[in-house]
Structure formats: C-alpha cells, structure tokens
C-alpha cells in the first residue's frame, strides 16, 4: 500500500495544481466530469450491454402490462413478479463493472479528501498537535521542534485517558512546513501546511497497518514498530466553497452528485446503456 500511495500521491497532486488556487466548486467540477467519464468507459467495456438493454425493455414491459391490466389483480401480480426478477438480473449484471470499479474508486476518493475534505491554517491561527502511542504506558519523554514558520504555543500535555501526548501549536506565515518529533527515543516529523489553496493536507500521519495507509494515504506512515500510532494535526473541515457546508464530506456529496449529473448527460453521446 505504501509503494500505491507514494505513486498516487505526486500524481494527484500533479493533476489538481492547475487548480490549486480557484474556487474549489472548479476543480471539483473538472474532477467529477472527468471521473464521470470514466466511470461510464469502464462500465461500457465490463458490462454486457446487451443483456443489459435487453433486461431494461423486459421492465418497461412489464411496468406497462401493470398500467394496461390495472383491473386484473393476476396480471398485475404475474407483472410484478417478472419485474422483481428483471431487477435482480439487472443487479447481476451491474455488479461486474461495480466491482471493477470499487478499488479505483476508493482509491480516487481516498487521494481527493485530502485535497478537499479541510481547509488550511491562516497565520495566527491555533490548532493541536496530538501524538496518539500504540501501547498504553506512562507518560513520555517528548519534545516537539517547530521551524520558523509556526510557533508552539503550549505543550506537551499528557491525556493518560486517552494515551495521547498534545501540543497547542500556531501558524506563523504561510508556507509547507515539518515539526520534528522526539519521543521515546524515536526521531518521527509530521506535515504542516499554511495555505488556503486547494493542497493535500495530512491531518494524520498513519501507522504502518494497511487499513490505516489506505484511509490516510496523504503522508508516508510511521515505521513499523514504532512507539506511536499516529500524529494528528488538526485541521478546519472544508466547505467545497460552500458556504455554512463545513464537513469532511462536503466535497464528496459534490462530488457525487456532479458526477451522476455528468454520467447521465453523457451516456447517451458515449453509448452507454446502464
């Protein structure tokens, strides 16, 4: 998962720089067209598009024989039936390009989060640092090391409760920043951004567990073995350029939703039958 995520990283964010600095409604929008198009070419050439035209008219058949022989309890019931069966072959049938399309899909939405799913730092504002250990213990020894760029504020503290050291950090100026970690006798950094562009932000620097790389992939994951399970930096949730939307997931119901809109404007032109 590491060696995917560290591919997909500089790829995406390659791709999304030309619209770091606009609106995000506008790279959201090229994003979910070019997504759209994409979901509809896999669906085309996985799917059997003529069984699945075929299933399509056997429902519209039997919707219209329900309407005909409104009056006739038997007919409607037969029609029902049939409908129900149709349904579920053409559920069969769409399974096969879904699940062709699963993995892209979360790994695409998973890359997108962090470009989307928060907003940056300004200058002057606060947030927590959290060091989050992998076994409970008595409190550490550590010490966090800021650049130019951002300010400690206060810390460490230690929450036994939650086996978590905290630190209250401020953002100085704008710029990409690492803090420098000394705990326990390990050396581990951690990606501060100050910027309002649309940039992937790491809110969490995973563990190494596969699971973790896949939900959090904007950063390269602790070491294996380490003494810590993740370093949190909290980040304000986007908005899509939403206003009163702030959410992790604003982005993603956009993002949906355009990508429906574009899917079904373009079937059609693209021949696609779904």
């Given at each position: ?61 039997g919707l219209f024989e329900i309407r005909l022989f409104n009056d006739n309890p038997r007919a409607i019931l037969r029609a029902q039936l049939d409908i129900l069966r149709h349904n579920l072959t053409y559920l069969r049938l769409a399974m096969v390009p879904l699940l062709w399309m699963i993995v892209p899909l ?169």
């Amino acid at each position: 998962m590491s060696m995917i995520n560290s591919f997909l990283r500089p790829l995406f964010d390659g791709l999304l720089y030309p619209f770091r600095g606009l609106h995000p409604l506008v790279g959201l929008t090229v994003v979910s067209l070019v997504a759209a198009i994409g979901i509809l070419y896999v669906f085309k050439l996985t799917s059997n598009q003529d069984k699945l035209a075929a299933v399509k008219r056997k429902i519209h058949a039997g919707l219209f024989e329900i309407r005909l022989f409104n009056d006739n309890p038997r007919a409607i019931l037969r029609a029902q039936l049939d409908i129900l069966r149709h349904n579920l072959t053409y559920l069969r049938l769409a399974m096969v390009p879904l699940l062709w399309m699963i993995v892209p899909l979360v790994l695409v939405i998973a890359q997108l989060q962090f470009h989307y799913g928060y907003r940056g730092l300004d200058p002057g504002q606060s947030t927590l640092v959290k060091v989050e250990l992998a076994a409970a213990a008595g409190r550490p020894q550590a010490i966090l090391h800021a650049p130019a760029g951002v300010a400690v504020e206060a810390g460490p503290a230690w929450l036994p409760a939650l086996n978590e050291v905290a630190w209250r950090i401020a953002a100085v100026e704008p710029g990409d920043y690492e803090l420098d970690l000394e705990i326990g006798g390990e050396s581990l950094s951690k990606s501060v951004r100050v910027s309002n562009d649309v940039v992937r932000r790491s809110p969490i620097r995973p563990s190494a567990a596969f699971a973790d790389q896949l939900l959090y992939p904007a950063e390269p994951p602790l070491p294996r073995g380490s003494a810590v399970r993740a370093i949190h930096v909290v980040y304000p949730p986007g908005d899509a350029g939403i206003p009163g939307w702030e959410s992790e997931w604003t982005w993603m119901i956009v993002f949906f939703v355009l990508s429906m809109v574009f899917a079904f404007a373009l079937r059609k032109p693209l021949g696609v039958t779904f």
